[in-house]
Nanobody, 119 residues
């Protein structure tokens, strides 16, 4: 089994940057596709970015493409989300997730970390 723990959330001003980390414990971390989701009050949870087993491929939602960068370090069992040029609409709880196949039903979820962007 894999456990995921997010960190790095907090309060930041618009235009600022933040880096989220997701540390995984368990076996075969490198076998999972990793991703970041977020959910704001009253909105559905949305997939922001995903990264392949080796980190060689990545996916980004259009609204964050060019501002956010996902990466992973399999030796450290950690996935990152670098967030630049943050906007107030980025305010949400951010979750990391792991899947071996589809994002419709990720195998594992983190507990979430709050990101708040002020004007």
């Amino acid at each position: 089994q894999v456990q995921l723990v997010e960190s790095g959330g907090g309060l930041v001003q618009a235009g600022g940057s933040l880096r989220l980390s997701c540390a995984a414990s368990g076996r075969a971390f490198s076998s999972y596709i990793m991703g970041w989701f977020r959910q704001a009050p009253g909105k559905e949870r949305e997939l922001l970015a995903g990264i392949g087993w080796s980190g060689g491929t990545a996916y980004y939602k259009d609204s964050v493409k060019g501002r956010f960068t996902i990466s992973r370090d399999n030796a450290k069992n950690t996935v990152y989300l670098q967030m630049n040029s943050l906007k107030p609409e980025d305010t949400a709880v951010y979750y990391c997730a792991a899947t071996r196949a589809t994002w419709s039903n990720p195998a594992y979820w983190g507990q979430g970390t709050q990101v708040t962007v002020s004007s």
